[in-house]
């Protein structure tokens, strides 16, 4: 075990904290949904299907997706990861608003990934407050 696991290991976790073998198979499946539509939002983008503004929620999902595990494991900040996790949130339901006009589609396969991060959500929030020192 890294120092990175043996610190979240050590972590107050609430009782419904899934176990921690879960999240890969899970972020692998979300990581494909996620691939699939976030690259044909893009290519909408390319082909002046759609404009900037709906292209934006999905940039930064990504960029705030991306930056929660070097908050939580690198810096191992509960905080900023829970900052992090609600701001991920709320681009993906801004995303799923912004592209359901263009592509209905890309909005409901966001619907695992909107459960997850609900929960990963409250989870983190949980956290964060259980271990608040």
């Given at each position: ?13 609430p ?28 290519l ?6 759609i ?51 263009h ?7 966001q ?12 989870l ?10």
């Amino acid at each position: 075990m890294n120092e990175a696991q043996s610190w979240y290991s050590q972590l107050i976790k609430p009782t419904w904290s899934p176990p921690s073998w879960l999240f890969g198979p899970v972020w692998t499946f979300l990581y494909a949904l996620i691939a699939i539509s976030f690259a044909k939002v893009f290519l909408m983008f390319v082909k002046k299907q759609i404009p900037f503004l709906v292209v934006l929620p999905f940039v930064l999902n990504l960029i705030f997706n991306f930056s929660f595990t070097p908050l939580q494991f690198g810096l191992k900040n509960n905080l900023l990861s829970a900052i992090d996790i609600v701001l991920v949130l709320a681009t993906l339901i801004w995303a799923m608003v912004a592209i359901y006009p263009h592509a209905r589609w890309i909005s409901y396969i966001q619907i695992p990934y909107l459960l997850w991060v609900a929960f990963a959500t409250a989870l983190q929030l949980t956290i964060t407050y259980l271990n608040w020192k």
